[in-house]
Antibody, heavy 121, light 107 residues
Framework: QVQLQESGPGLVKPSQTLSLTCTVS??????????WSWIRQHPGKGLEWIGY???????YYNPSLKSRVTISEDTSKNQFSLKLSSVTAADTAVYYC?????????????WGQGTLVTVSS | DIQMTQSPSSLSASVGDRVTITCRAS??????LNWYQQKPGKAPKLLIY???SLQSGVPSRFSGSGSGTDFTLTISSLQPEDFATYYC?????????FGQGTKVEIK
């Protein structure tokens, strides 16, 4: 069964770029059957969809973050990545990667375990 | 963006109780509504998709219903492992949005 695992720095300084990678095992991101998303959860708060990527390299972002987000993929490593620029304390959150159903307009299943990123100097 | 509002924000219940959580969308979303369970320190887990379809492996005590703007998640007989926070999510229009969550606590 498909499993996802996030990795990357847990601490990022304000104004810098947050960079995370999601490694997919048990399935190929190149299959074309699914989209691949990033979602975040501010401490003690709800969930916010950040954006997705498809194996063709096409991506789509939440308009609220679009100016600062880039999602890319490395199909040779079966990974996809998130970059969020010009971070502030408001970007402190647990970041999840997830498989995205129904052409990028469906439900998320499964999810990675999540990784906490703190923005602080 | 479509706003999703859950009620209540929290509830206390006993093992064996029937529990109902409501999710309301700010506009009609047909049946494009999904439910997740999240336990502390864990990622959300999909329970129900398309308002009423039970995800494989999820116990049958979980059920979902509704269409348009009003939806419910029902746990027919609450079990100890069901104490968690539950979120709804619309998949009708991008950006997909989530409710604020309903925390189910032990009475």
């Amino acid at each position: 069964q498909v499993q996802l695992q996030e990795s990357g720095p847990g601490l990022v300084k304000p104004s810098q770029t947050l960079s995370l990678t999601c490694t997919v095992s048990g399935g190929s991101i190149n299959s074309g059957d699914y989209y691949w998303s990033w979602i975040r959860q501010h401490p003690g708060k709800g969930l916010e969809w950040i954006g997705y990527i498809y194996y063709t390299g096409s991506s789509y972002y939440n308009p609220s973050l679009k100016s600062r987000v880039t999602i890319s993929e490395d199909t040779s490593k079966n990974q996809f990545s998130l970059k969020l620029s010009s971070v502030t304390a408001a970007d402190t959150a647990v970041y999840y990667c997830a498989r995205d159903q129904r052409g990028g307009l469906g439900w998320f299943d499964p999810w990675g375990q999540g990784t906490l990123v703190t923005v602080s100097s | 963006d479509i706003q999703m509002t859950q009620s209540p924000s929290s509830l206390s219940a006993s093992v064996g109780d029937r529990v109902t959580i409501t999710c309301r969308a700010s506009q009609s979303i047909s049946a494009y509504l999904n439910w997740y369970q999240q336990k502390p320190g864990k990622a959300p887990k999909l329970l129900i998709y398309d308002a009423s379809s039970l995800q494989s492996g999820v116990p049958s005590r979980f059920s979902g219903s509704g269409s348009g703007t009003d939806f419910t998640l029902t746990i027919s007989s609450l079990q100890p492992e069901d104490f968690a926070t539950y979120y709804c999510q619309q998949s009708y229009r991008t950006p997909r949005t989530f409710g604020q969550g309903t925390k189910v606590e032990i009475k």
